[in-house]
C-alpha cells in the first residue's frame, strides 16, 4: 500500500486561501466546512467503506439483495471550487426497482438503520421525509467517527451509499479490487467498477460468497 503523506498540513493549505468563500453542501457537509484530519488515502478507503456497507446490510431483516454496486468520486471542494489533491471516494448499492418501492426497503430498514447507526456512536446528521406525488421518500444519514458517511435513500430507487469525506488521491494502480456485498455477484454485470481495472477484475481469487462478508478486507489489500 502507498504511504500516505502527512495529511494535516497539506488538508489546511490547501483550504486556507479559500476560507473566505461559502461553503459547499453535501451529505457531509460538515467535514467540508471542518475537515478532519484524512485516516486515509483514496486507495486505503474502498476496504473500510465495503466493510461498513456489508455492515449495514448485516443487520437488515429479511433482505433481498442489492442489484448492482457503483464506484465513483466526487471532487473535495470549498466555495465550488475543487481542493488540488483531495477526493471523495462514493459507493453506491441499489436495490431492483420493485424492492425499492416495498414497505421494507423504503419503511422498516429506515426505521433498523437509524436504531443501528445510533448504537455503534455513530453522528445521524440527517433523517429527513418528504411527500411526493404516489411516494414518499426518505433520507437518512449517519457519519462515522472516521468520517466515512453512510447514506440511506428511499427514492425512485433505494440506495445505500458510503463515502469517505477527504481523501488525499492515490495513482490509479494502487487501488484494489474489494469484493461486493448484498448479493452483487463479484466481477459480474451489475459490479459496476470495471473502468477502475481496465486490464480486468482480478479473477485470481477464491469463489467469495456474496452474502458472506468478512470482518476485515485486510487480505485482499
Keep these: 500500500m502507498p504511504r500516505r503523506p502527512p495529511p494535516g498540513p497539506l488538508w489546511r493549505k490547501a483550504l486556507a486561501s479559500l476560507a473566505s468563500l461559502p461553503p459547499v453542501r453535501s451529505i457531509v457537509e460538515h467535514l467540508m466546512d471542518n475537515p478532519p484530519e484524512p485516516r486515509y488515502t483514496q486507495a486505503e478507503a474502498y476496504a473500510p467503506m465495503e466493510a461498513a456497507a456489508a455492515e449495514a446490510v448485516a443487520a437488515l431483516p429479511d433482505f433481498p439483495g442489492f442489484k448492482e454496486r457503483i464506484w465513483s468520486e466526487l471532487p473535495a471542494t470549498s466555495g465550488g471550487i475543487d481542493v488540488p489533491g483531495f477526493t471523495i ?85 494502487a487501488i484494489e479490487y ?27 481469487r477464491d469463489a467469495v460468497d456474496p452474502f458472506d462478508s468478512p470482518d476485515s478486507y485486510e487480505d485482499d489489500l
Excluded at 461486493?180 to 477484475?201: C, N, T
Design 89 to 173: 471516494v462514493e459507493i453506491t448499492y441499489v436495490f431492483s426497482l420493485p424492492d425499492s418501492g416495498t414497505p421494507l426497503v423504503r419503511e422498516t430498514y429506515v426505521d433498523v438503520l437509524r436504531e443501528h447507526w445510533t448504537s455503534l456512536g455513530y453522528t445521524v446528521t440527517r433523517d429527513a421525509v418528504k411527500e411526493k406525488a404516489g411516494r414518499t421518500d426518505r433520507s437518512l444519514v449517519a457519519i462515522r467517527p472516521d468520517g466515512i458517511a453512510l447514506w440511506y435513500w428511499a427514492a425512485g430507487h433505494t440506495v445505500l451509499r458510503v463515502q469517505s469525506g477527504p481523501v488525499t488521491v492515490s495513482e490509479p494502480e
Design 178 to 204: 474489494v469484493p461486493p456485498s448484498g448479493g452483487v455477484m463479484p466481477g459480474g454485470r451489475y459490479d459496476k467498477v470495471a473502468r477502475y481495472f481496465p486490464g480486468g477484475i482480478p479473477a485470481d
